[in-house]
């Protein structure tokens, strides 16, 4: 059997000294009624036939290696380099256990340090928390951190239409009607300029995406006055969070808690998961944070270390009253985004940031050449823009996979006026023969 | 481990300096957003070499399971085994984008599917949603699922959630960011949950009962089928925390003893490997009346296709996409590899060495109750006659190259050592384990400044907690 070290002899004398005779005897307390069904599983594999079984079903996906990938919308296609799994998947890292015992964690507790530190310069926050589950779980922890901030006195949470769909969803499952309001998306083409008009003294948070969900760089200037005046909380969605290595910090606007999606960050894309969910606030909020935090600190003997710190926020000191009963959090994918963040550096991320800008802004133009195609957005973007297309977005795409063309995302989904658009992504992974190649297969698929 | 200092990543780094490398830009460069772009960004600037000696000796001040014994209770701190990450790193599995056409992620829902369909049988339940990303996440689930329930049926009177005070913290926090007040029920004498307390908060408020099944202490709850029967009288719904399910497998399904949901910990029970904090997984299964109230998406076989799908009254989604999915590859190769009698195996070899263990602990350190307990135990950590507590035994078995047990939890009992020997640690180590802490007994009442100072071996001595959280220095200020 793998993985048990036991020999027959090993258990004769472990029953021995516990004083039973046979291993039946410990479950004694199991209800007999209910004491070992046979489970209908399959019978056990070896190593060999176990990959061998999930080489079969790699076969049965295609992975993005197999297309030119076009495809964003919250999880994005950017390169890994090879030090951060290397690194990552060292056993110290992999098989260590949340860091509550600091003195033999110190290895993880710096590094979640420092990827606090690197993704507080990047978002241009103060505080960085140790992580949540994703981008959207971090950003409905957001809005629940701003209701408590108002300690419960507001419990109007306004969203824009233009944050990810998912995110708003994953918000209304964890704020269930009777507790709070979330508005502001009814009106799926409403701006910065309708929700301002929204504000009011029952407003815990606005909460917008920027770049925004269509891509586009929001018009925020100004915002974080009109919020602040009406008493309420600026939360920020920096989604595509690489674009920030090129972009104004959220911070620098008037930004109150800033969250996003990891994944970009050295994550890889993984079919939605294990992804990275970034939260960061201004240093006067920190005992309302919810999830973990490092601090620095020093031993008995004046060296400098590192502890789980402001832990009465959390679940497992304050219970039913603690912030958020977040506990496991994504540990391990926050350290990779920290390695990332450390070996692109500042001038490496700023050229990740600016590639992928200029690609996008070198496919929209020749999109925008085509007949029947046009980039229609209203604003600036960064590396995902929309493209009103002559089809349904689906039949495009299905033309596309065949010519090993994963095409962008339909925007029709989810907004009903964006009809025929798709959302195209381009990332630092898109050569421009790919981009032509794009480009040829949308020009013969015009007349579909 | 390593005793060198550390500098931080930015005390290393000198301006010029790179590791990256980018092919050269073969699009024109396009003007850049007049007004939206960044003065500056101050991330550290370090060579290749400097990066990898860096996080290599970071990780060389971490104690992990493939470096010591990790007696963590309720944490199933078991081996993490090797071919799990070869399965969660094969390409055509792992480079996938989530919102591909279905037709083109055929293997990865069919993993999925795969997958629910073992947890249903591990576990007797009807319906299990891969969503929720760790144990709290799927906690959050249930609480969700039960209160839909309710409400599906019109009835909004309930709103108490009934936790015994032998319960994780993540279970009270839960409830209550579901909405819910908590209501605690003590322990009786043998550690089961007081059926008399019990029954007298039984009435048409109690959403349901959250169960911790074997309990925190290690004990199999004696009289599980009669209080799922209480709690069901009185039109409640009993939850599973299945943080400690790694002792029921194949001896006890949770759906048959009664439970209504349960959130499984894929990183605990089935072999993902902790991450030093994360990610984990923790799926949620549900009885037949649960079942569409699951969160989704969750995968279906169609035929011979496999598809996502929202069950029909869905609480919603808990996240983006579908769940933590690279957990869900190491998750399904485990249980491939181990198969129905492997897994039984587990849980009796689980229950095996923690009985032994806790035969060779009890004589310098007593058990909190005297049962036959299941895969893990609690003992006082304190040494009477003397002022040695339970974290100064935590802290000095570091120096014997242990990882301290998981101490002062459960909150019932004083001076706690919780201590999960899981099944994959030899009994060569467990004596070895049994053996430090009989010297460290031993030590406590000749040398007791000897272990109130402990550890002595580790990167750094006890740190100033007080101070971390009262000034709080939580970023690089350069």
């Known amino acids: 059997m793998p993985y048990l070290p036991h020999t027959e002899a090993d258990r004769r004398e472990m029953l021995s000294i516990i004083g039973v005779s046979s291993v039946e005897e410990l479950f004694q307390d199991v209800p007999t009624s209910h004491r070992c069904p046979e489970l209908q599983l399959p019978k056990a594999v070896s190593e060999m036939e176990i990959l061998d079984e999930l080489y079969a079903m790699a076969l049965k996906n295609s992975s993005t290696g197999c297309f030119a990938t076009f495809l964003g919308a919250g999880a994005y296609n950017h390169f890994v380099p090879s030090v951060i799994p290397q690194l990552a998947s060292r056993g110290e890292f992999l098989t260590a256990y949340t860091p509550y015992q600091p003195e033999v964690s110190q290895g993880t507790l710096q590094a979640i340090f420092e990827y606090q530190s690197m993704i507080a310069a990047l978002t241009g926050m103060d505080v960085v928390n140790a992580s949540h589950y994703d981008g959207a779980t971090s950003m409905a922890e957001a809005a629940i951190m701003a209701v408590n901030v108002s300690r419960g006195k507001r419990r109007k949470i306004l969203v824009s239409p233009c944050i990810h769909p998912q995110y708003r969803q994953t918000l209304r499952t964890y704020l269930p009607g009777d507790q709070v309001t979330i508005t502001g998306d009814e009106n799926l083409r409403a701006g910065l300029e309708d929700l301002k008009e929204m504000l009011d003294d029952e407003t815990a948070c606005l909460i917008i995406q920027n770049p925004n969900f269509l891509g586009e760089l929001m018009d925020v200037e100004g915002l974080a006055n009109a919020v602040h005046g009406a008493g309420a909380l600026l939360v920020v969605v920096a989604n595509p969070l690489i674009s920030l290595g090129l972009l104004k910090p959220p911070g620098d606007y008037g930004a109150d808690i800033v969250v996003a999606e990891g994944q970009p960050l050295g994550a890889g894309l993984n079919f939605g998961g294990p992804y990275l969910g970034v939260f960061a606030a201004r240093e006067e909020y920190v005992r309302r944070m919810p999830g973990r935090l490092v601090g620095e600190t020093t031993d008995t003997q004046g060296r400098r270390g590192y502890v789980l710190t402001l832990t009465p926020r959390e679940q497992h000191i304050r219970r039913e009253k603690a912030t958020s009963n977040i506990c496991t959090n994504q540990g391990l994918v926050a350290l990779m985004a920290g390695m990332y963040l450390a070996y692109m550096g500042k001038s490496g991320l700023r050229a990740v940031a600016e590639m992928c800008y200029h690609k996008a802004h070198y496919a929209a133009a020749e999109i925008d050449k085509l007949d029947g195609y046009r980039v229609v957005n209203s604003a600036p973007f960064f590396n995902e823009f929309r493209v009103k297309c002559p089809v349904p977005v689906a039949e495009l795409n299905a033309a596309l996979l065949e010519e090993s063309i994963l095409g962008g995302y339909d925007l029709q989904q989810d907004y009903p006026h964006a009809e025929n658009e798709m959302l195209i992504c381009l990332t630092e992974m898109n050569t421009r023969q790919q981009i032509d190649r794009l480009v040829t297969a949308l020009a013969s698929v015009q007349g579909v | ?478």
């Open chain 2, 1 to 478: 481990m390593t005793r060198q200092p550390e500098p931080l990543i930015f005390e290393l780094s000198s301006p010029g300096r790179t590791a990256f490398t980018l092919p050269e830009l073969d699009v024109p460069q396009a003007s850049l957003p007049e007004g939206h772009v960044r003065d500056d960004l101050n991330l550290p600037e370090v060579s290749e070499l400097e990066f990898v000696r860096h996080y290599t000796r970071l990780s060389q001040k971490n104690y992990a399971i493939d470096t010591v014994y990790y007696p963590l209770g309720s944490c199933t701190m078991k081996y993490n085994p090797k071919v799990n990450e070869k399965a969660a790193s094969i390409e055509g599995l792992s480079q996938v984008h989530p919102l591909q056409p279905e037709a083109s992620v055929q293997g990865s829902l069919e993993l999925m599917y795969n997958l629910q369909e073992a947890l249903k049988e591990i576990s007797g339940f009807a319906g299990v949603s891969l969503q929720p990303a760790a144990g709290a996440h799927g906690e959050f689930a249930g609480v969700l699922i039960m209160r839909a329930y309710h409400e599906s049926r019109g009835d909004f009177k309930r709103t108490k959630v009934l936790i015994p005070d032998s319960a994780h913290g993540t279970n009270p926090a839960s409830s209550a960011m579901s909405g819910f007040s908590v209501v605690e029920i003590p322990s009786d004498e043998r550690g089961n949950v007081d059926l008399d307390a019990l029954k007298s908060e039984c009435d048409d408020t109690v959403v349901g009962l959250m169960l911790t099944n074997p309990n925190t202490l290690g004990l199999f709850e004696e009289n599980v089928l009669e209080v799922c029967d209480t709690i069901h009288g009185c039109g409640g719904l009993v939850y599973g925390d299945g943080a400690n399910l790694n002792a029921l497998l194949g001896i006890a399904r949770p759906g048959d003893l009664g439970f209504d949901v349960l959130h499984f910990n894929l990183h605990k029970t089935f072999t993902t490997p902790h991450g030093g904090g994360g990610p984990g997984s923790g799926p949620v299964g549900v009885s037949q009346r649960l079942a569409p109230f699951l969160p989704g998406p969750i995968a279906a076989k169609a035929g011979d296709h496999y598809t996502l799908m929202m069950p029909e009254q869905s609480i919603g989604r808990l996240k983006a996409f579908y769940g933590n999915y690279g957990m869900f590859i190491r998750a399904y190769t485990y249980i491939r590899m181990m198969g129905p009698t492997g897994l039984r195996a587990v849980a009796e070899h689980a229950v095996l060495n923690a009985n032994y263990l806790k035969a060779k602990v009890a004589p310098h350190f007593p058990i909190a109750v005297e049962r036959t307990c299941m895969h893990e135990f609690v003992a006082h950590g304190d040494v009477s006659g003397t002022d040695i507590r339970a974290l100064d035994v935590a802290k000095r078995l570091i120096d014997y190259g242990f990882h301290p047990p998981t101490n002062y939890f459960p909150l019932i009992v004083h001076d706690a050592l919780m201590i999960e020997p899981t099944e994959t640690e030899s009994k060569e180590t467990l004596d070895a384990f049994a053996e430090a802490l009989a010297q460290i007994a031993e030590e406590a009442r000749r040398d007791p400044e000897l272990v109130h100072s402990a550890p002595h071996t580790a990167p750094v001595t006890r740190l100033d907690e007080v101070t971390a959280a009262r000034k709080p220095v939580l970023c690089y200020k350069g």
